[in-house]
């Protein structure tokens, strides 16, 4: 593939507002669901994007707001999101989603045999699962002892992208869109879409959009609202720690001190996941409302 010329400026796939606008070139989606899924991208006949704002049954829901939502032509439906900033509650969090998109199929007065298949695709620019050095892993439900299939219908994917640094991976089509979706640098992009004409495919649109001065700013403007999210998170995680250290203090004892520090932190912690920072001071403060979150999230 010939060379390409010095670009000043090119976005990172891994910025959620970059992926969107790779996902919009169907090509581009062939290639990487094909790669995720160990298919051929020919047996991706069709896939159309979904709205990516799931329903809410009830006032009380909480929204659900996809990265990608796509239809494959035999029905299957897939949600693929780009996660940058370290999220402990992921897997909660993918559960969530992928559950409200199943339940979304069925109408009133259908039945269940409508449900197509969900699939899950999440990409991670941070360790979930330290213990494990695969950077890729798919989850099904399967029995404990057999490892039986109990169900088809719900699949997730996970890529850890930081995992790509750390240890070395046979070549395959998944590894080398992995590598595409971490690059930074034009040669980076460069050699991957020299391995595969739809990560070509991509590069060329990646190009494209980081040439749109539109686009540009939009991009721009969501790297400075990751940054300021990042953060908001670090110091509200900073703040909550403290106020679980001087809550701790309050309880007495040495163990009783840890366990009730440990306790509070994980309080803090769902309060962060659950964007409902506001809530911290008082959780820590007043044990009443205290107990009652604890009984909320189960802690």
Not at 184 to 203: G, L, S, T, V
Not at 222 to 250: F, I, T
Request: with cysteine; proline share 3%; aromatic share 10%.
């Amino acid at each position: 593939m010939e060379r390409y010329t010095n670009i000043r400026f090119i976005m990172k796939p891994k910025v959620d507002f970059c992926f969107k606008e790779l996902m919009e070139d169907a090509e581009v989606r062939r290639g990487f669901i094909a790669a995720v899924l160990h298919i051929l991208p020919e047996e991706v006949v069709e896939s159309t994007l979904l709205p990516t704002h799931l329903r809410t049954r009830y006032e009380e829901d909480k929204l659900g707001i996809l990265d990608v939502r796509v239809l494959l032509a035999g029905g299957t439906q897939i949600d693929i999101e780009i996660q940058v900033s370290p999220f402990p509650l992921w897997p909660e969090r993918s559960l969530f989603y992928l559950s409200k998109m199943f339940t979304d199929q069925l109408e009133k007065g259908k039945g269940y045999e409508i449900l197509e298949k969900c699939v899950h695709i999440g990409i991670l620019d941070f360790i979930l699962f330290d213990a494990e050095k695969t950077f890729y892993s798919c989850y099904h439900m399967r029995e404990d002892t057999s490892h039986h299939l109990y169900t088809d219908k719900l699949e997730v994917h996970i890529l850890e992208l930081p995992k790509l640094n750390r240890y070395q991976y046979p070549e395959t089509e998944l590894l080398n869109w992995a590598k595409f979706m971490n690059a930074e640098r034009q040669e980076e992009f460069e050699e991957m879409a020299e391995k595969d004409k739809y990560i070509e495919k991509a590069y060329e649109a990646l190009k494209n959009i980081s040439a749109d001065d539109e686009k540009r700013l939009e991009y721009e403007a969501r790297e400075k609202a990751l940054r300021d999210h990042d953060y908001l998170m670090k110091s509200n995680w900073e703040a909550g720690l403290e106020a679980g250290r001087k809550a701790g203090e309050k309880i007495g004892i040495s163990k009783g001190m840890e366990q009730g520090e440990s306790r509070v932190n994980r309080l803090v912690q769902m309060l962060i996941a659950n964007s409902r920072t506001d809530e911290i001071e008082r959780a820590v403060s007043d044990k009443v409302y205290q107990n009652k979150l604890f009984m909320e999230f189960k802690l």
